[in-house]
């Protein structure tokens, strides 16, 4: 069964933005912390963004700090990735996280979703 999907990822020329989606089954929405990361071929899974469950704090990796916005949308067990000012350097594939250190299960991953920053 499929917990996390996630939708937006395309190509982009550098400086455009996207916005990325992640649907979770409710769930996993009211009782994990929700993220994003992401992966480029040959290197270690990078964090990107992590927004709370209940107060909804966020925060950022460096590398994408003042460009990138995760946010959520409870009612519709959704979070989001808007990503402004990209660089080539973003191209990834961008992967939804939902972690639970006190749940049976401590985490779930979506399957991916490929961002190519390009011109």
């Known amino acids: 069964q499929v917990q996390l999907v996630e939708s937006g990822g395309g190509l982009v020329q550098p400086g455009g933005s996207l916005r990325l989606s992640c649907a979770a089954s409710g769930s996993i929405f009211r009782r994990y912390v929700m993220g994003w990361y992401r992966e480029v071929e040959g290197k270690q899974r990078e964090y990107v963004a992590t927004?709370?469950?209940?107060?909804?704090?966020?925060n950022y990796a460096d590398s994408v700090k003042g460009r990138f916005t995760i946010s959520k949308d409870n009612a519709k067990n959704t979070v989001y990735l808007q990503m402004n000012s990209l660089k080539p350097e973003d191209t990834a594939v961008y992967h939804c996280n939902a972690t639970c250190s006190s749940c049976s299960i401590k985490g779930y991953w979506g399957q991916g979703t490929q961002v190519t920053v390009s011109s």
């Open positions: 927004i709370t469950r209940v107060s909804g704090s966020t």
